[in-house]
Protein backbone atom coordinates (compact mmCIF):
# COMPACT_ATOMS: atom_id res chain seq x y z
CA UNK A 1 0.00 0.00 0.00
CA UNK A 2 1.25 3.40 -0.92
CA UNK A 3 2.46 5.88 1.75
CA UNK A 4 0.39 8.87 2.04
CA UNK A 5 2.17 12.56 2.48
CA UNK A 6 1.50 14.59 5.41
CA UNK A 7 0.27 17.36 3.36
CA UNK A 8 -2.50 14.79 2.63
CA UNK A 9 -3.34 13.52 5.96
CA UNK A 10 -4.18 17.05 7.13
CA UNK A 11 -5.92 17.93 4.02
CA UNK A 12 -7.97 14.54 5.01
CA UNK A 13 -8.43 15.38 8.50
CA UNK A 14 -9.58 18.91 7.79
CA UNK A 15 -12.23 17.15 5.28
CA UNK A 16 -13.76 14.80 8.01
CA UNK A 17 -13.55 17.99 10.35
CA UNK A 18 -15.61 20.29 8.43
CA UNK A 19 -17.72 17.57 7.23
CA UNK A 20 -18.43 16.60 10.78
CA UNK A 21 -19.22 19.90 11.97
CA UNK A 22 -21.68 20.20 9.20
CA UNK A 23 -23.73 16.66 10.53
CA UNK A 24 -23.29 17.85 14.25
CA UNK A 25 -24.58 21.40 13.18
CA UNK A 26 -27.43 19.57 11.62
CA UNK A 27 -28.41 16.54 13.76
CA UNK A 28 -26.90 16.74 17.43
CA UNK A 29 -24.14 14.43 18.32
CA UNK A 30 -26.75 11.85 18.58
CA UNK A 31 -28.88 12.49 15.42
CA UNK A 32 -25.17 12.72 13.69
CA UNK A 33 -25.42 8.61 12.70
CA UNK A 34 -22.45 6.96 11.56
CA UNK A 35 -24.43 6.80 7.74
CA UNK A 36 -24.80 10.84 8.33
CA UNK A 37 -21.04 11.45 9.00
CA UNK A 38 -20.57 9.14 5.66
CA UNK A 39 -22.67 11.65 3.73
CA UNK A 40 -21.97 14.72 5.17
CA UNK A 41 -17.91 13.60 4.81
CA UNK A 42 -17.89 12.15 1.48
CA UNK A 43 -15.58 9.14 3.15
CA UNK A 44 -16.67 5.84 4.32
CA UNK A 45 -17.01 4.55 7.63
CA UNK A 46 -13.23 3.17 7.60
CA UNK A 47 -11.86 6.47 6.25
CA UNK A 48 -13.45 8.30 8.53
CA UNK A 49 -12.00 6.53 11.67
CA UNK A 50 -8.76 5.69 11.09
CA UNK A 51 -8.58 9.07 11.82
CA UNK A 52 -10.90 9.13 14.60
CA UNK A 53 -10.97 6.65 16.44
CA UNK A 54 -14.95 6.98 17.42
CA UNK A 55 -17.70 9.32 16.66
CA UNK A 56 -17.09 10.77 19.97
CA UNK A 57 -13.34 11.41 19.64
CA UNK A 58 -14.32 13.45 16.07
CA UNK A 59 -16.97 15.22 18.20
CA UNK A 60 -14.34 15.94 20.82
CA UNK A 61 -11.77 16.99 18.29
CA UNK A 62 -14.14 19.49 16.94
CA UNK A 63 -15.13 21.32 20.45
CA UNK A 64 -11.84 21.08 21.73
CA UNK A 65 -10.57 22.69 18.43
CA UNK A 66 -13.15 25.81 18.88
CA UNK A 67 -12.47 26.55 22.23
CA UNK A 68 -8.86 26.67 20.73
CA UNK A 69 -9.39 28.66 17.93
CA UNK A 70 -11.23 31.01 20.48
CA UNK A 71 -8.38 31.51 22.99
CA UNK A 72 -6.19 32.12 20.16
CA UNK A 73 -8.42 34.88 18.50
CA UNK A 74 -8.54 36.06 22.21
CA UNK A 75 -4.28 35.97 22.50
CA UNK A 76 -4.22 37.78 18.94
CA UNK A 77 -6.72 40.22 18.39
CA UNK A 78 -8.55 40.79 21.99
CA UNK A 79 -11.98 39.79 23.48
CA UNK A 80 -13.98 42.27 21.12
CA UNK A 81 -12.50 40.17 18.48
CA UNK A 82 -13.92 37.11 20.45
CA UNK A 83 -17.57 38.50 20.78
CA UNK A 84 -17.53 39.52 17.52
CA UNK A 85 -16.45 36.20 16.32
CA UNK A 86 -19.81 34.57 18.74
CA UNK A 87 -21.99 37.14 17.33
CA UNK A 88 -21.46 35.50 13.68
CA UNK A 89 -21.41 31.84 14.73
CA UNK A 90 -23.94 29.26 13.43
CA UNK A 91 -27.14 28.57 15.85
CA UNK A 92 -26.62 25.36 14.70
CA UNK A 93 -23.47 24.60 15.47
CA UNK A 94 -23.97 26.79 19.05
CA UNK A 95 -26.54 24.18 19.68
CA UNK A 96 -23.44 21.90 19.44
CA UNK A 97 -21.73 23.53 21.79
CA UNK A 98 -24.98 23.07 24.20
CA UNK A 99 -24.53 19.62 23.93
CA UNK A 100 -20.70 19.54 24.71
CA UNK A 101 -21.68 21.76 27.77
CA UNK A 102 -24.51 19.49 28.85
CA UNK A 103 -21.72 16.23 28.72
CA UNK A 104 -19.35 18.07 30.98
CA UNK A 105 -22.31 18.84 33.49
CA UNK A 106 -22.86 15.16 34.02
CA UNK A 107 -19.32 13.84 33.30
CA UNK A 108 -16.51 14.02 35.97
CA UNK A 109 -14.12 12.22 33.97
CA UNK A 110 -14.64 14.53 30.86
CA UNK A 111 -15.11 17.45 33.00
CA UNK A 112 -11.54 16.65 34.29
CA UNK A 113 -10.08 15.77 31.15
CA UNK A 114 -11.99 18.79 29.15
CA UNK A 115 -10.45 20.96 31.68
CA UNK A 116 -6.80 19.65 31.34
CA UNK A 117 -7.50 19.63 27.22
CA UNK A 118 -4.77 22.98 26.87
CA UNK A 119 -3.00 24.17 29.90
CA UNK A 120 -0.83 26.39 27.88
CA UNK A 121 -3.76 28.45 26.49
CA UNK A 122 -5.13 28.85 29.90
CA UNK A 123 -1.55 30.24 30.87
CA UNK A 124 -1.14 32.58 28.22
CA UNK A 125 -4.67 33.70 28.12
CA UNK A 126 -4.21 34.14 31.90
CA UNK A 127 -0.69 35.95 31.55
CA UNK A 128 -2.89 38.28 28.64
CA UNK A 129 -5.62 39.49 30.90
CA UNK A 130 -2.43 40.07 33.66
CA UNK A 131 -1.04 42.41 31.10
CA UNK A 132 -4.28 44.13 29.91
CA UNK A 133 -4.95 45.00 33.59
CA UNK A 134 -0.81 46.22 33.91
CA UNK A 135 -1.58 48.55 30.73
CA UNK A 136 -4.54 50.02 32.35
CA UNK A 137 -7.34 48.42 30.22
CA UNK A 138 -8.61 46.45 33.10
CA UNK A 139 -9.38 47.64 36.30
CA UNK A 140 -6.70 47.19 38.68
CA UNK A 141 -9.05 46.32 41.31
CA UNK A 142 -10.21 43.06 40.37
CA UNK A 143 -8.42 39.80 40.74
CA UNK A 144 -7.80 38.43 37.39
CA UNK A 145 -9.85 35.22 37.84
CA UNK A 146 -12.50 37.46 38.06
CA UNK A 147 -12.27 39.33 34.83
CA UNK A 148 -11.82 36.23 32.98
CA UNK A 149 -15.13 34.29 34.79
CA UNK A 150 -16.74 37.52 33.79
CA UNK A 151 -15.92 37.61 29.90
CA UNK A 152 -16.47 34.29 29.82
CA UNK A 153 -19.69 34.27 31.53
CA UNK A 154 -20.46 37.28 29.00
CA UNK A 155 -19.61 34.65 25.79
CA UNK A 156 -21.63 31.69 27.32
CA UNK A 157 -24.76 34.18 27.93
CA UNK A 158 -23.91 35.55 24.25
CA UNK A 159 -23.76 31.95 23.07
CA UNK A 160 -27.49 31.08 24.74
CA UNK A 161 -29.11 33.64 22.72
CA UNK A 162 -27.14 32.94 18.99
CA UNK A 163 -27.94 29.14 19.45
CA UNK A 164 -31.50 30.06 20.74
CA UNK A 165 -31.58 32.04 17.35
CA UNK A 166 -31.96 35.75 18.95
CA UNK A 167 -29.98 38.42 17.82
CA UNK A 168 -27.27 39.87 19.73
CA UNK A 169 -26.04 43.82 19.82
CA UNK A 170 -22.25 43.13 19.21
CA UNK A 171 -21.28 46.66 19.48
CA UNK A 172 -23.33 47.36 22.30
CA UNK A 173 -22.18 44.30 24.80
CA UNK A 174 -18.87 45.62 23.33
CA UNK A 175 -19.24 49.10 25.32
CA UNK A 176 -20.78 47.71 28.14
CA UNK A 177 -17.55 45.05 28.52
CA UNK A 178 -15.20 47.78 28.28
CA UNK A 179 -17.41 49.91 30.57
CA UNK A 180 -17.76 47.11 33.27
CA UNK A 181 -13.52 46.50 33.29
CA UNK A 182 -12.35 50.28 32.44
CA UNK A 183 -10.25 51.78 34.86
Same mark, same amino acid.
Request: aromatic fraction near 10%; hydrophobic fraction near 40%.
Given at each position: ??????? !?????????? *?????? #??? !??? *????? /?????????????? #????????????????????????????????? /?????? $??? +? $???? /?? #????????????? @?? @????????? !?????? !????????????? *?? $????????????? =???????? %?? #? +?? =?????????? *? %??? +?
Amino acid at each position: MPKVSEA !HREQRRAQIL *DGARRA #FAA !HGY *DGATV /VELEREIGLSRGAI #FSYFPSKWELFYALASADQERIGRLWLEEGFES /VVRATG $EES +P $EWVG /VY #FEIMRMLRTDATL @RE @RWAQRNPEL !HVQVTE !HLAQCQRDGIYRA *DL $EIEAIGQFLGLVL =DGMTVHVG %AG #F +PV =DVERTIALVR *D %ALS +P
